[in-house]
């Protein structure tokens, strides 16, 4: 069965930086687009990034220029670096594989598969 294990999130003051792993298994990687999401406590879980399996990304416009995609196919893991970290950023963060190859967009009912999730909280 799909299997997404997240892992990388903690606490880190503000302009700091962390990097999520998200370790897949249980299916062929390599033919799927993958996506990284986040809920805030109270607030809708959203997209922040997604990457196709040719490397073509998109990201949301809070994350851009900040947050940066990418994967390692031989791994089956997908990371995300999250650089110039902002309190508003604190959320959980959910790895999430979408059911078709090329990635639609960064909505959340396009993914049917997701992991369990990883914290991240930044302070001031």
Do not use: H
Not at 53 to 82: C, E, H, P, W
């Amino acid at each position: 069965q799909v299997q997404l294990v997240e892992s990388g999130g903690g606490s880190v003051q503000s302009g700091g930086s962390l990097r999520l792993s998200c370790a897949a298994s249980g299916y062929t990687y390599s033919n799927y687009c993958m996506g990284w999401f986040r809920q805030a406590p109270g607030k809708e879980r959203e997209g922040v990034a997604v990457i196709d399996q040719d490397g073509s990304t998109m990201y949301a416009d809070s994350v851009k220029g900040r947050f940066t995609i990418s994967q390692d196919n031989a791994k089956n893991t997908v990371f995300l670096q999250m650089n110039s970290l902002k309190p508003e950023d604190t959320a959980m963060y959910y790895c999430a594989r979408d059911p078709t190859q090329a990635c639609g967009g960064l909505y959340v009912a396009d993914f049917g598969y997701w992991g369990q999730g990883t914290q991240v909280t930044v302070s001031s």
